[in-house]
């Protein structure tokens, strides 16, 4: 049985117009994670993954990196209860 987790994130730093959002979903579908992730108004990137932890470990690896034009200087995340979500959407 896999432990499957549910993480919000919200990301700062150069996240907005160099392709964080598509970088997000290329990583989810590729480890196999379900969630979204948006734009917000204000600079930051939201997103939130479920999955295996050890994958949702991972993709949080890959999100502190980010795409080669990013320049991430927050990743601020918490916890939350499980929907059971599946796909990944990129919205906002």
Same mark, same amino acid.
């Given at each position: 049985?896999?432990d499957?987790?549910?993480?919000h994130?919200?990301v700062?730093g150069?996240?907005?117009?160099? @392709?964080f959002?598509? @970088? +997000?979903?290329q990583?989810a579908e590729a480890l196999?994670v379900?969630g ?6 204000d600079?930051r ?8 932890a ?5 993709m949080l690896e890959?999100?502190r990196?980010? &795409?080669?034009?990013?320049r991430?200087t927050?990743l601020?995340?918490?916890?939350? &209860?499980v929907?059971?979500? +599946?796909? @990944?959407?990129?919205t906002g």
């Amino acid at each position: 049985m896999t432990d499957i987790i549910r993480r919000h994130l919200h990301v700062s730093g150069r996240v907005q117009g160099v @392709f964080f959002r598509d @970088f +997000t979903r290329q990583q989810a579908e590729a480890l196999g994670v379900a969630g979204w992730v948006r734009n917000l108004d204000d600079g930051r990137v939201e997103a939130v993954l479920e999955g295996d932890a050890d994958v949702i470990s991972t993709m949080l690896e890959r999100l502190r990196d980010g &795409p080669r034009h990013a320049r991430v200087t927050d990743l601020a995340v918490r916890e939350e &209860p499980v929907e059971g979500l +599946t796909g @990944f959407a990129v919205t906002g």
